[in-house]
């Protein structure tokens, strides 16, 4: 075969495997963008990435250090030259042009005032400007939270279109957003708080009174005995106002409880009985801190303190599947159903406050379905259950709910 055939014959093969790859590369972007999705799609995903990202930092306001790492995203999210995020004392976190800050405070301050959007055009630029423009525009929109200014929005771009009016607008709404569920949080965290100082206020003077007269009325008849229940109050005091967590297992729990009765049958003696039926696999199970303890405390105050010879309490703790299984029962006097009604309910000033507190905290943990489920007749005791899941319950946002409840 002559010499310019074989050639001929090789570039044809090489373009025809080169049309064949071209035509495999096409189909593969083909397909690949179909795989992303259509080009509104894709901006829908850019946005909402966006969003997601500024909001982590935006929580705990536009004034906190966090907030400055926002501003690159909000930056991307408008598509603008240069963004500000300017706090309501003037501090300006800039992301872009650094030459503009000062015009960013001072827009800032007339959205604050104005409560609206406020548009300057022809803003003098640094020597750092794209494109070596000296001016540009700019738009600045008020945070509100309520009718409160917290601060402003303040983008650059030459020029300011009224699509970036709108937008910069609706950003700023959003950041409000972000800025008042961080304030609710907060606000929740200063009440759960608050309650936890309450609630060790409410420790029992009564129970405290009358365990240090039963640990008095030892320390010359039997020392060894003394010396042991001072230790036992020692343990639950160190348990019930513990700062670390406010979830513990039911083996803590129960270890809280066992101190607790010790020192009661300090006092009642062969008056108070207790059988305890506890499931192993439920030891680690986790529940909200001091939730059993003011059960038993509920017990054996209103229940077989007013009960002439005393009486029993049973304490059990079930596996039930996924969930746990507790109750607490007694045989003393028991109460008018609608009473415990009213109780958890929120009535009845600080009788049974105990129950009161577990019924909310176990439905605000795990929701209504889990709160306390109460029998008690007159005359007939009372049974109290509640159900949790074993598994880790879900994160609360409140820094510290490890007070003293009082039963």
């Not at 279109?161 to 800025?179: N, P, S």
């Amino acid at each position: 075969m002559p010499e310019s055939l074989v050639v001929a014959a090789a570039a044809g093969v090489v373009a025809g495997a080169l049309a064949v790859g071209l035509v495999v590369l096409l189909r593969r972007l083909v397909v690949s963008s179909k795989e992303l999705g259509t080009e509104a799609e894709r901006a829908t995903y850019q946005t909402l990435h966006l969003a997601s990202r500024a909001a982590a930092h935006l929580r705990g306001g536009v004034g906190v250090e966090d907030a400055k790492r926002a501003g690159r995203h909000l930056k991307a999210l408008l598509g603008c030259d240069t963004l500000a995020i300017v706090d309501p004392g003037g501090v300006v976190a800039l992301e872009g042009d650094d030459g503009l800050r000062e015009t960013a405070a001072e827009l800032a301050a007339a959205a604050h005032d104005s409560g609206r959007p406020q548009v300057q055009r022809r803003v003098p630029r640094s020597g750092r400007a794209r494109h070596g423009a000296r001016e540009t525009d700019a738009v600045a929109a008020p945070i509100l939270v309520g009718r409160r200014p917290v601060g402003a929005i303040v983008a650059f771009a030459a020029p300011v279109r009224a699509e970036l009016v709108r937008a910069t607008a609706e950003v700023a709404d959003w950041v409000a957003a972000q800025v008042e569920l961080g304030e609710l949080d907060a606000s929740r965290t200063a009440l759960a708080e608050a309650e936890v100082r309450a609630l060790r206020a409410q420790i029992s003077p009564h129970f405290i009174y009358n365990s240090l007269n039963a640990i008095a009325s030892f320390i010359n008849t039997d020392p060894a005995q003394a010396r042991e229940l001072v230790l036992e109050f020692a343990d639950f005091t160190r348990y019930s106002f513990r700062r670390h967590g406010e979830f513990t297992t039911v083996a803590d729990e129960l270890g809280s409880i066992d101190s607790y009765l010790r020192l009661e049958r300090a006092r009642f003696g062969e008056r108070l009985r207790v059988t305890l039926q506890i499931a192993p696999e439920v030891l680690g199970a986790v529940v909200p801190f001091l939730s059993i303890q003011p059960l038993v405390e509920n017990a054996v105050r209103h229940g077989l303190e007013a009960k002439e010879g005393g009486g029993r309490i049973t304490i059990t703790a079930e596996d039930s599947g996924a969930y746990a299984e507790i109750s607490v029962e007694d045989d003393g006097v028991g109460f008018d159903p609608e009473l415990i009604r009213e109780v958890l309910a929120g009535g009845q000033g600080g009788a049974h406050v105990g129950l009161r507190n577990v019924d909310a905290r176990l439905r605000q943990v795990y929701g209504d379905e889990h709160g306390l489920v109460v029998e008690t007749a007159v005359g007939a005791g009372t049974l109290v259950r509640m159900r949790v899941p074993k598994a880790a319950p879900p994160p609360v946002p409140l820094s510290e709910r490890d007070g003293r409840l009082e039963a």
